[in-house]
């Protein structure tokens, strides 16, 4: 297993389109989430699943923001009539279910830039 | 609701100097603690972290950080910085018992630059 993998790594998008980011977390890593992170802030929790389901979503997450497990392996994250302050890097960990102290692994992210 | 908090932004070092990066957390309820470090470009890595016993816990890279309970604080020390040690560095605190469901809530960070 080669860790947490995020594509695209970098996505520049026009205002108003649609983008969809991919995330394969680790293969026995039940839980998997996405986080925004925007320049000098930490990364901000928008959503996670535990397998398929999906079991938070934070107020960051308007109903332009859809996420989804379908088979609690990847994740994909769409954004739907992207606005130019929806550009962030978007990180995706995976981690084993709560309580296990293990912390999340990340992946390299994927920069969305909207012009 | 948890929170982190990075008093320093940016911090700048000579090279060889020391080094803490402080963290404060909200809660003084049983956490787990965790310092994560990103370099340009890359995702967060894992440098240490704390869930139980000594509250003292060290990296494999010479970062130590200190559990202080009474304090609620996390700061992180190294007694002598690399060039390589460059990066921005994000203190993460976790409630596996509480309503967040565990999940990992980030300060805003601190940039470590260190010059020759």
């Known amino acids: 297993d080669t860790g947490v993998s995020q594509n695209p790594r970098h996505k520049i998008t026009k205002r108003g389109q649609n983008v969809t980011f991919r995330c394969d977390p680790i293969?026995?890593?039940?839980?998997l989430y996405w986080y925004r992170q925007t320049l000098g802030q930490g990364p901000e929790f928008l959503t996670y699943?535990?397998?398929?389901?999906?079991?938070?979503k934070s107020r960051l997450l308007s109903d332009r923001f859809s996420a989804e497990r379908p088979k609690g392996s990847f994740s994909t994250l769409e954004i739907q009539r992207t606005e130019q302050g929806d550009s962030a890097m978007y990180l995706c960990?995976?981690?084993?279910?709560?309580?296990?102290?293990?912390?999340?692994?990340f992946g390299s992210g994927t920069r969305l830039t909207v012009v | 609701a948890q929170s982190v908090t990075q008093l320093d932004s940016q911090v700048p070092v000579f090279e060889e100097a020391p080094v803490e990066l402080r963290c404060n957390y909200s809660?003084?309820?049983?956490?787990?603690l965790f310092w994560y470090v990103q370099y340009p470009n890359q995702g967060l890595q894992l440098l240490l972290k704390?869930?139980?016993?000594?509250?003292l816990v060290e990296s494999i890279n010479g970062f130590e950080a200190e559990f202080n309970k009474s304090q609620t604080s996390f700061h992180l020390r190294k007694p002598s910085v690399h060039i390589s040690d460059t990066a921005e560095y994000f203190c993460?605190?976790?409630?596996?018992?509480?309503?967040?469901?565990?999940?990992?809530?980030f300060g805003k960070g601190t940039k470590l630059s260190v010059k020759p």
């Open positions: 293969s026995e890593h039940n839980r």
């Open positions: 993460a605190v976790s409630d596996p018992y509480g309503g967040s469901q565990g999940n990992l809530i």
């Open positions: 704390y869930l139980s016993g000594s509250t």
């Open positions: 960990a995976s981690s084993l279910a709560p309580g296990t102290g293990d912390g999340y692994t």
């Open positions: 809660s003084s309820v049983s956490v787990y």
């Open positions: 699943f535990q397998n398929e389901a999906q079991l938070e």
